[in-house]
């Protein structure tokens, strides 16, 4: 079997895990994370097609992708057996390390990217392209640009601005428009190359970055995500005009959740169910546009309209008087205040915060 699937990785997965604005320790859009779940199910479903028992992938004992694989395969059927080269003691004594395995596909014939002097690990689906190993095991080393392919460098993309829209329905983007190019894309697998082109020519996505894994190691990643990088700046940028401040914030509060849980390989789970249920709710009326400028590595919302838009210019201008009473804040600011009235009471002293100069201090 070889199969495209890039079409449900868009629509099932970057778009689903772009709800919840999915980014793992504040960095990391998670391209890899979000390819296992799909290819461990298309494994199952093959499987199941055939009459196989056994499931197989080639993950390291050390990394993420193993646990990704398996617990997917766990998920959704449980009575498969793994082969799992990787943690094979038979295996493991003919090859040690990467090396080995680049020298045994040098002498069987099999064409790799890889080479001895550059042993990087490179995963590369649609949204993402990650490098790990090799010289990047040195988290002071800086990559040359030779190892870069989904993205130009900044300071060699266009001295031009790139400026697009993109149209939201219910969270999910549904359209993205450049006029001046003269495009209009609505299909979701061709919008999500489009978005790839526009960051790759503009420098767009490029993460440099020490993660923790799932099984306690921490680990050097050099990331290429031009796309999602796109796409997860104006979806934040539309909700800011759309979505209720206490739905956004209690969002907020699962987000980090989301994305661990996405990095981990709990793609299929109950408790993925349960956020899952959650952001589809959050995202209702999340319809608008973002209107962005695209610039050398910068992907900067200039302008966003919504015809479910909660802002109110007129309420929120400094300038204009009415649907707001200022002498409101008054008592507002009166019941805000009562605990922190208390707090000092109870301290019983002038200045209870003045313990912080110890904390302002560096050590000598």
Do not use: C
């Not at 789970?269 to 910068?298: C, H, T, W």
């Amino acid at each position: 079997y070889v199969e495209d699937l890039r079409r449900e990785f868009v629509t099932d997965f970057i778009f689903t895990a772009l709800m919840g604005n999915a980014i793992y320790e504040g960095r990391y859009l998670l391209g890899t994370s979000l390819a296992r779940p799909l290819l461990a199910k298309r494994q199952v479903e093959i499987a199941e097609k055939e009459g196989a028992q056994y499931v197989a992938h080639g993950a390291t004992g050390k990394g993420n992708d193993q646990v990704r694989f398996e617990l997917t395969y766990a998920a959704l059927n449980p009575d498969l057996k793994v082969i799992s080269p990787w943690k094979d003691p038979e295996f493991l004594s003919q090859f040690e390390g990467r090396t080995d395995l680049l020298e045994y596909a040098k002498k069987k014939g099999i064409p790799v990217k890889a080479t001895v002097e550059k042993p990087y690990s490179e995963d590369e689906n649609l949204m993402h392209i990650s490098h790990e190993a090799g010289l990047l095991e040195d988290p002071t080393y800086r990559p040359d640009e030779s190892i870069f392919s989904m993205t130009v460098s900044p300071k060699d993309a266009p001295d031009e601005e790139t400026i697009i829209e993109i149209h939201f329905k219910d969270g999910r983007p549904i359209k993205v428009v450049n006029k001046k190019e003269g495009v209009e894309i609505t299909d979701p697998l061709e919008l999500f190359i489009y978005l790839n082109e526009v960051g790759m020519r503009n420098g767009v996505g490029r993460v440099d970055m020490v993660e923790n894994r799932f099984i306690g190691i921490k680990s050097r990643g050099v990331y290429e995500t031009p796309g999602a990088t796109i796409l997860w700046v104006a979806h934040r940028d539309i909700e800011g005009i759309a979505m209720d401040k206490e739905v956004m914030h209690l969002r907020d509060m699962l987000a980090p959740k989301f994305s661990e849980l996405i990095y981990n390989g709990f793609w299929f789970s109950p408790e993925m169910d349960f956020i899952l249920a959650a952001f589809k709710k959050a995202q209702e009326k999340i319809d608008g546009r973002v209107i962005l400028s695209i610039y050398k590595g910068n992907v900067v919302p200039i302008g966003r309209e919504s015809p479910t838009s909660l802002y109110d210019r007129e309420l929120s201008s400094m300038d204009v008087e009415g649907g707001f009473n200022s002498l409101d804040s008054r008592g507002f600011i009166n019941i805000h205040s009562i605990r922190l009235k208390a707090h000092n009471l109870v301290l019983r002293k002038r200045n209870p915060y003045d313990w912080r100069k110890e904390l302002y201090r560096s050590e000598d």
